[in-house]
Nanobody, 121 residues
Framework: QVQLVESGGGLVQPGGSLRLSCATS????????MAWYRQAPGRQRELVAR???????NYADSVKGRFTISRDNAKTTVYLQMNSLKPEDTAVYYC???????????????WGQGTQVTVSS
């Protein structure tokens, strides 16, 4: 069974940094684009950053210059380096990936379980 396993969330003071990780697990043939979304209480889930299989990235305007998305050489793990964190970055952060499970012929879209990021003094 394919899973996305996130780690790295927590409590940090304003101006601080956190690094989120999301690793794919299970029998996977290919991984395409990977992304981070977030959802704050009472708000819709929003795209934070995305990286495709070629390494091209795009970011939400609210995080440009502060967050960096990257992936490992095997392209099975995605990271989100978050610097200069603000209270408004507080949310549950979700990993998302397009991937082809082994034995399948088409991409499916998968979500992680979410990890809480709280920015507060």
């Amino acid at each position: 069974q394919v899973q996305l396993v996130e780690s790295g969330g927590g409590l940090v003071q304003p101006g601080g940094s956190l690094r989120l990780s999301c690793a794919t697990s299970g029998s996977i043939f290919s991984v395409g684009a990977m992304a981070w979304y977030r959802q704050a209480p009472g708000r819709q889930r929003e795209l934070v950053a995305r990286i495709n299989s070629s390494g091209r990235t795009n970011y939400a305007d609210s995080v440009k210059g502060r967050f960096t998305i990257s992936r490992d050489n095997a392209k099975t793990t995605v990271y989100l380096q978050m610097n200069s964190l603000k209270p408004e970055d507080t949310a549950v952060y979700y990993c998302n990936a397009d991937l082809v499970p082994r034995g399948s012929i088409a991409y499916g879209n998968y979500w992680g379980q979410g990890t809480q990021v709280t920015v507060s003094s």
